[in-house]
Nanobody
Framework: QVQLVESGGGSVQAGGSLRLSCAVSGDTHSTVSMGWFRQAPGKEREGVAQIDGTGYTTYADSVKGRFTISKDNAKNTLYLQMNSLKPEDTAMYYC????????????????????WGQGPQVTVSS
C-alpha cells in the first residue's frame, strides 16, 4: 500500500508563490513516477506536471515557466513550486504516484497514475 499526504496549500495574492509537498509512505520503492493534478470548481481534473523515474518532467502549457516539479528520493517527497500564481490557478491540487519507471511524456494523464492524495486547496486572489 502507498499513502500520499500533501501539504502547503493556502491563499495567496496574484503574483505570489506557494510550494506544495507530497510525502509518500508505505511501499515507497514501488512509486517511481509522480505527478500533480488540479481540479477547479465545476471543472474536470487536469494534469499539471509529472516526473518519471529518469527525472524527466512534463508540464501543462498553462503552467510552463511558472511551476516546477521536483522529487527528493531520500525524503520520499514530491514538490511543486508555484510562482507567478494567477487566479485561474485556484483549485484543489492532488498528488499522484505510479508504479512505473516511465510514463508517456506528451501529456500529464490521470490514467497513468494509480495512487492519489486528498488534495490541499490553493486559492489565488486578484
Amino acid at each position: 500500500q502507498v499513502q500520499l499526504v500533501e501539504s502547503g496549500g493556502g491563499s495567496v495574492q496574484a503574483g505570489g508563490s506557494l510550494r506544495l509537498s507530497c510525502a509518500v509512505s508505505g511501499d515507497t520503492h514501488s512509486t517511481v513516477s509522480m505527478g500533480w493534478f488540479r481540479q477547479a470548481p465545476g471543472k474536470e481534473r487536469e494534469g499539471v506536471a509529472q516526473i518519471d523515474g529518469t527525472g524527466y518532467t512534463t508540464y501543462a502549457d498553462s503552467v510552463k515557466g511558472r511551476f516546477t516539479i521536483s522529487k527528493d528520493n531520500a525524503k520520499n517527497t514530491l514538490y511543486l513550486q508555484m510562482n507567478s500564481l494567477k487566479p485561474e490557478d485556484t483549485a484543489m491540487y492532488y498528488c499522484a504516484a505510479a508504479r512505473r519507471w516511465w510514463v508517456p511524456r506528451g501529456r500529464v494523464e490521470e490514467a497513468n497514475f494509480g495512487y492519489w492524495g486528498q488534495g490541499p486547496q490553493v486559492t489565488v486572489s486578484s
